[in-house]
């Protein structure tokens, strides 16, 4: 049975850091792509990187760049998404995803097969 079980989100303030985990199983690790995507209120889901078995990757989100910083852990089938610097406009619920191959040059969720129930995450005084 193939999981993406999402933790690691909260509450934390403006300015605050927050370390999301993602954790897979029953299904071939090393043959996907890990990708992370958030979707608030009332906004479409949107992808923010994408991270292969080799530790390349993509960053999709220009309004995260330089703040949030995507790896994985083969050896623990785990994803993480450090976040730093979080504004409130970083509310929403983040979701890990997986796609076998290659990452893509756009961070479309209809590429991606496998996903996880999500985390959420709220950035407020």
């Known amino acids: 049975q193939v999981q993406l079980v999402e933790s690691g989100g909260g509450l934390v303030q403006p300015g605050g850091s927050l370390r999301l985990s993602c954790v897979a199983s029953?299904?071939?690790?090393?043959?996907?792509?890990i990708g992370w995507f958030r979707q608030a209120p009332g906004k479409e889901r949107e992808g923010i990187s994408c991270?292969?078995?080799?530790?390349?990757?993509?960053n999709y989100l220009d309004s995260v760049k330089g703040r949030f910083d995507p790896y994985r852990d083969n050896a623990k089938n785990t994803v993480y998404l450090e976040m730093n610097r979080l504004q409130p406009e970083d509310t929403a619920v983040y979701y890990c995803?997986?796609?076998?191959?290659?990452?893509?040059?756009?961070?479309?969720?209809?590429?991606?097969?496998?996903w996880g129930r999500g985390t959420q995450v709220t950035v407020s005084s």
């Open positions: 995803a997986a796609k076998s191959g290659l990452c893509e040059m756009v961070g479309d969720p209809a590429d991606y097969e496998y």
């Open positions: 991270i292969m078995h080799s530790g390349g990757g993509i």
């Open positions: 029953g299904f071939t690790f090393r043959d996907y792509a």
